[in-house]
Structures are given as C-alpha cells and as structure tokens.
C-alpha cells in the first residue's frame, strides 16, 4: 500500500481531532461576540485533551483499573491524569471569562467587540 | 474496524454539534449546544479507556460549565448580532490546521503499544501501584499519591480563580452599576449637532 495512504490510516483519529480543534480555533478568532469566543474555546480545549486522550490509547487495551489478571493490557494512565487537572483549570478560566464579560456588559452595555471598539473611537473623537 | 467507526462517529457528531454553536446567533441554543459537546466528549472519552476523565468531562465540562454560562446569560442580551463568514480568520484557522497535521504526522501509528509514551514511566505505576499505593485505580494512585503536588497545583488554581470571579463582579470592592443603554446613535447625533 502507498506509504502515505498508511500513515493517513494510521493516525486517523489524530487527523479528525485537528478538525475540531480548527472549528474552536475559528469561533474564538472569528466571532465578535464574547460568549461565542468563550464557547469556540471550549471547543478547542476539549479537542486539545482528546488529542492526548488518544495519544494514551493501546490497541485492544482496557482502562487503566486493575483488574487482577496478570495478561490484561492497559491504556496509558498518564495522560489521563493530566487531562484531568486541565479540565478542572479549564473550567476556572472559563468562569473568570464569564466574570469579566459581565464586567464589560456592565461599562459599555455591549458584548459585541466592535461596538466596544466603536465606543471606545466616539469618546477618544469627543475628547 | 468497529472501534473506528464508534470513533469517527462521534466524532463528526462533535463537528456537527461545534459547526452549529458557531453557527447559531440565539446565546441559550449555543451555551446548550456547547454543553451537548461536552457529553460527547464524555462518550468519546469512554471509547478511548479514559473513564475518569469521561466522568470528570460529564461533571465539570457538560454540568458545571453550562450552569455558569446560564447564570451569565441572565445577565446578558440574548441574541448575537449576525456576522457573515470572515475570511481571514477562515484561512488562519485552516493554515494552522495545515500546520498542525504536519507536526501530528510524526507521532507514532494510533493505538501502538510500542510508542515511547506506553515504555518510559507508564510500565512502572502500572505495575507499582498496587504494592505502593494498594488503590485498583491507577489514574486514583498517580493523581492523589505519586503526582498529589500537580494535583494541590489544580486546586491553588481554582481557589485563585474563585477570588478572581469574586474581585471582578463580587461588590465587596466596587459598588454596583446600571449597565448602560448602547448609546452610538445619541453620540453620533451629538458630534453632528
């Protein structure tokens, strides 16, 4: 088989990970609104830890629990702790995020960023 | 074969479910559209042996999350105002998406147990844990026991995250303010005059 058709077999799921995390890449850098910019990063966050999550993986592997049985072949457990301590920072970012954009809707009436831009414009063009 | 087509699956369902938060201008579709990724994620997780971080995924990311994204749209208007397609962002998203599966296509095959990841430091808590921790879970022994500093780490960062949420909308340090009308029009009317 052509080399290159192998490899594509062989790292599919990397592949389809990098999709999503293009799909979040685009909410965060294309979308005006902050609560949108805030869900796309949710997005690529998660698509990030399944990227590691796959790297952990082991062809016909079970979760990492041990079962008792001397053959058994377990997935990776290290990625699987990491990614856990980036979920729970994940969530606190994402909550100091939500905070500010309050702060913000609360100063210019306005979660859009270029109408923030456009305020910001009219006053320094009053002063 | 099978475990394949579980895999690409959910995971065109997850890029079905991303396209449409992006897509969809109403705030409570996308916050809940956003949650919805998140569960399959879970699933996806669970596919892939990480059980743990299936559950932690199913809690924090699809619960916890959502929660504070409704109690912050309470406070927020309700719809986006409609963008169409950008280009630029388009292209960037795509070049670094190009970039990236380069770099990807130096890993190891997907699944090989014989990749540099499976033989340094994993044999070892595999095979340690359960005369030096004694727990069945090994994910439970390397979070709480050999990595428990990574793991007060997490927690100094979510004490500092709840004191950031706290100084920023708490009112102990500022005192509250009517959110302002989105007044362009009456300053545009004002330069004009």
Known sequence: MNPFIEQLLGQWNYYLVIVLMMIGFYGVIARGNMVKKIVGLNIFQTSVFMLYISMGKVAQGTAPILTGDPTTVYSNPLPHVLILTAIVVGVSTTAVGYALIIRIHESFGTIEDDDIIAQLDDEEDVS | ?193
């Open chain 2, 1 to 193: 074969m099978a475990g394949f087509l579980v895999n690409a699956s959910l995971i065109a369902l997850l890029a079905l479910i991303a396209i449409l938060a992006l897509r969809l201008h109403r705030l409570f579709a996308v916050v809940m559209l956003s949650g919805a990724f998140s569960l399959v994620a879970a699933a996806q997780f669970v596919v892939l042996d990480a059980v743990d971080v299936a559950f932690t995924e199913a809690a924090v990311g699809a619960g916890i999350s959502t929660v504070l994204a409704l109690a912050t749209l309470s406070l927020l208007p309700a719809q986006e105002k409609p963008h169409s397609i950008s280009l630029v962002p388009a292209f960037l998203a795509t070049l670094t998406g190009l970039l990236l599966a380069v770099a990807v296509s130096d890993l190891p095959v997907f699944g090989d147990p014989k990749a540099p990841i499976h033989n340094h430091v994993a044999p070892e808590y595999i095979i340690g844990s359960e005369q030096a921790i004694g727990v069945p879970n090994i994910v439970t022994s390397v979070l709480a026991s050999y990595r428990s500093f990574d793991t007060f780490g997490e927690t100094l960062v979510v004490f500092t995250a709840v004191l950031a949420v706290l100084l920023i909308i708490g009112g102990y340090t500022r005192t509250p303010q009517k959110p302002k009308k989105a007044k362009r029009k009456t300053k545009g009317s004002q330069n004009a005059g």
